[in-house]
C-alpha cells in the first residue's frame, strides 16, 4: 500500500478528489500527512473530516524557504511517504526537497502545458490568458515536478473546449473537473506501479 503526501495550499479539492477515490477503493494508497503553508485553507478542514492527520507549517517561522523545506522532508520521511502530491501548492519547493523525492513528485496544473505555464501562471491568471489569446481548447496536465517551474516530464492531459462565451470562471470549472479527473488517474497508476519514467517521456504500463 503506497504512502501517499499532500501539500496544498487552499480550497482542496484535488485533495478531496483524492480522498474520495481512496474512500471508494478506487487508488490503492493512503494519505500519512496534509501539509498547508496557509492557515486558513479549507483543505486541511478537508484532511481533519477524513481522519487524515494534517499540518499547518507556517512559512514566517523559518529563515528561508530551504529552511522550510528542510522541515517539510523531515514531516514526510518520518512518515515512509512514496509520493508527494502537490494539490493547489503555490509554493517553489527546494533542491533539496525535489532531490529528496525525485521522479516522486507530481502537481496538477490548470493548463495544457507547455501552453500557459511557469512563473506567473496559476490559478485565474491562467484561465484568463488562454481566453485573451483566443484557444480553442484549454485543459489540465499532471506532471512530474523537477527543478523547474511546470517543466517536469508529463503524465497525463485532457483537454476542454474553449466556447465563444467563455468566463473565466466557467473555464475555471471545467478545467477544474478534469484536474480532479486526471490527478486521480496519476495517482492510481502510481500506486499500482505503472508509471515508467524514460527521460521526458512518461509511459503508462
Ligand atoms: C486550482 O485552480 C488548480 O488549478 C491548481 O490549484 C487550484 C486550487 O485547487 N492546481 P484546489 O481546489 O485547492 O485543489
Redesign the pocket.
Known sequence: MKKLGVL????????QAIIDNIENGNIRGRIELVVSNNKGAY?LIRAQRAGIDSLFINPKDFSSNQEYNLKLIQEFKARKVDLIVL??YLKILSPDFIKEFRNRIIN???SLIPSFSGDGY??ERVHRAVIQYGCKVSGATVHLVDEGTDTGPIILQECVKVDDEETVESL?RK??EV?HKILVDAVRLFCEDRLSVEGRQVKIL
Not at 496544498?8 to 479539492?13: A, E, L, Q, V, W
Request: charged share 5%.
Open positions: 496544498i495550499s487552499g480550497g482542496g479539492t484535488n485533495l483543505g494539490a493547489g496538477i496544473h490548470p496559476y490559478g475555471q478545467v477544474l484536474e
